[in-house]
């Protein structure tokens, strides 16, 4: 009896097993499970209650068999950028309710690097792909979209075999500029990642960046002043276009970065230099991420809605996922402005 007992305890419960103690079918168990549309809040607490007190775990394995593995894959090219961080905490908090298991691939800055990873996470049968920002050429990835659902953030470009979510960069880089010139700067200068290379995606997020910060300067007549300046967004690479930019003998009086983690490269460079921000520059980051709002960093920058961002990728990779092939979407975020103590008047205490 007792041997009996415990290969019961033993034996691994199936999903046959969840819907008959929750007295559904197992068609209703699945939709549950895939968090499908339409299954009504008393069905889902039913099946997830009986699925905790049978201890339930889906097998992977098994279902990547059927053809579903309920995993979904992740590309970004560095775990350092806080931004990133907010667009996971998008992604986990929509998929938090349903079967989806989400895996992390940090492949670096490298073109061939991330196709390896996004390879990788396609020959493991990962139901779907998200892609931040994707260094690998465009029709890589266009390849890669056509076998597996994905979603890409951040690229401008569109296309039938992927949805996208992007932000509105040209008018975020806008926002600044009629800021600083509000304020009275006129040398205003833009520390941005590297933009098009042959082979590459037409509009990724620093084109339409450095495209909004050339006209913005245009319109206000400092066409003549702008300055591009292209760096990694990471803090080494703010800090060495920090220290290019601060040691010019016509050094800025306010800088843009594409993303908050480089402008703490350039905070770090100026006060390397023995400059002080905001007496001796007017610094703006970009994303808007927890650090910029940090008591001693106080650093005016763009919100782009990061955990939207990831959020609404999710949702539209699962819509992809489940069934959805008549139309791709592209979402546009609109970005605000925060100001904070970062950005001062030119020569203001």
Known sequence: MAADSASRNTKRVTITDVARHAGVSTAAVSKVMRNAYGVSPSMQERVRAAMAELGYRPHAAARGMRGRTYTIGVLLDNLRNPFFADILDGIREQLGESEYTVLIGAAGFGAEDQARTIRAM?????????????????????????????????????????????????????????????????DIALVSAAGNKAGRWQ???????????????????????????????????????????????????????????????????????????????????????????????????????????????????????????????????????VVRRSTVAPGAP
């Open 203 to 337: 509009r990724t997020p620093e084109i339409a960046l450095a495209d909004g910060y050339l006209e913005a300067m245009d319109r206000h007549g400092l066409s003549g002043r702008a300055r591009v300046h292209h760096a990694a967004y990471s803090d080494e690479g703010g800090h060495a276009a920090g220290i290019a930019l601060l040691s010019d003998d016509a050094r800025p009086t306010a800088i843009l970065t594409g993303a908050d983690i480089a402008a703490l490269g350039v905070y770090r460079a100026a006060a390397d230099l023995g400059l002080s921000i905001p007496g001796d520059l007017s610094l703006v980051g970009y994303n808007n991420t927890a650090v910029a709002a940090l008591a001693p960093v106080q650093l005016t920058s763009v919100d782009q809605a990061g955990h939207t961002m990831g959020a609404t990728a999710a949702r539209m990779l699962i819509e992809r996922v489940e069934g959805r092939r008549d139309r791709a979407m592209q979402v546009r975020m609109t970005p605000r402005l």
């Open 122 to 186: 396609v020959d493991r049968q990962m139901d779907g792909l998200i892609l931040i920002a994707p260094g690998t050429p465009r029709t890589e990835v266009l390849a890669t979209a056509v076998v597996t659902p994905t979603v890409v953030i951040g690229h401008h470009d569109t296309s039938d075999a992927h949805d996208s979510v992007v932000d509105a960069d040209d008018l975020g880089a806008g926002l600044v500029v009629d800021h600083l010139v509000a304020l009275g700067h006129r």
